[in-house]
């Protein structure tokens, strides 16, 4: 019986060379900063970037609808769907916030690992599209 090894930074090392690359787009992931008003200790919220998944090598494309639909945790519909592939392992949890390089934002529904473990696939709605 044949074997067979992959190595886990295989998807990073193909994704060097943008312009052959299986992942063309980039992904960075924005996490929420709680910091407190001292006047009124009221929670501020202030988006940062993730230092440790920052421009990271995706492959970004929208998921056909008409095929089936999409639900959150809490069973509403997702309208806008879209599947982000991740070159390599990352550390991403659903409700997190991810920006592509042309700053369109995506929420997060669910995150899944290839059995591999080479890469990381997101399940994410589009928040906003810059012009």
């Known amino acids: 019986m044949p074997v067979s090894f992959i190595h886990p930074d295989l998807m990073t090392h193909l994704s060097v060379d943008a312009s052959v690359s299986p992942f063309p787009n980039l992904i960075t992931r924005q996490t929420i900063v709680i910091t ?4 009124t200790n009221e929670p501020i919220e202030t988006p940062t970037i993730d230092p440790l998944i920052q421009n990271v090598a995706a492959y970004i494309e929208p998921i056909d ?7 959150r945790a809490d069973q509403t519909i997702v309208a806008n ?11 991403i949890d659903v409700d997190d916030t991810v920006i592509d390089e042309f700053s369109n934002v995506y ?18 709605e589009i928040v906003n599209t810059e012009p």
Not at 36 to 39: F, G, R, S
């Open 81 to 91: 769907g879209w599947n982000i592939s991740l070159a390599g392992l990352y550390n």
């Open 107 to 124: 929420n997060v529904i669910h995150v899944s690992q290839d059995a591999f473990r080479t890469q990381t696939t997101l399940i994410c």
């Open 36 to 39: 407190y008003d001292p006047n």
């Open 65 to 71: 609808m008409s095929k089936g639909e999409i639900r």
